[in-house]
């Protein structure tokens, strides 16, 4: 089992930055592919980023590359999305997960692949 909290979320102006932090709990965090996904009101959930359990894959939404920066720290049992260039169009709740069934790259983007999600935080980009 796996518990995920999501932190950092807030209001910024458009062109600003923010770090989104996903804490675990229990001691088998390196061992979960991990991955951020937001939510906006009246959409579906959509990816955002994806980490393999050793940071040397990662894979991103075409519309955050170059912008967005996923990253980990499996010492301290934590996820991370630094978030640079916002724009209005990133407004939504932003949710961590974790699973154990990433099989490729390309599966880091898929809703399927994962097993935990965090209760998320909501980012809000104001133009």
């Known amino acids: 089992q796996v518990q995920l909290v999501e932190s950092g979320g807030g209001w910024v102006q458009a062109g600003g930055s923010l770090r989104l932090s996903c804490a675990a709990s229990g001691r088998t965090f390196s061992m979960y592919a991990m991955g951020w996904f937001r939510q906006a009101p009246g959409k579906e959930r959509e990816f955002v980023a994806g980490i393999w359990w050793t940071s040397r894959i990662t894979y991103y939404e075409d519309s955050v590359k170059g912008r967005f920066t996923i990253s980990r720290d499996n010492a301290k049992n934590t996820l991370y999305l630094q978030m640079n260039s916002l724009e209005p169009g990133d407004t939504a709740v932003y949710y961590c997960?974790?699973?154990?069934?990433?099989?490729?790259?390309?599966?880091?983007?898929?809703?399927?692949?994962?097993?935990?999600w965090g209760q998320g935080t909501q980012v809000t980009v104001s133009s």
């Open positions: 997960a974790a699973g154990r069934a990433a099989n490729s790259r390309s599966s880091l983007s898929e809703i399927r692949t994962y097993d935990y």
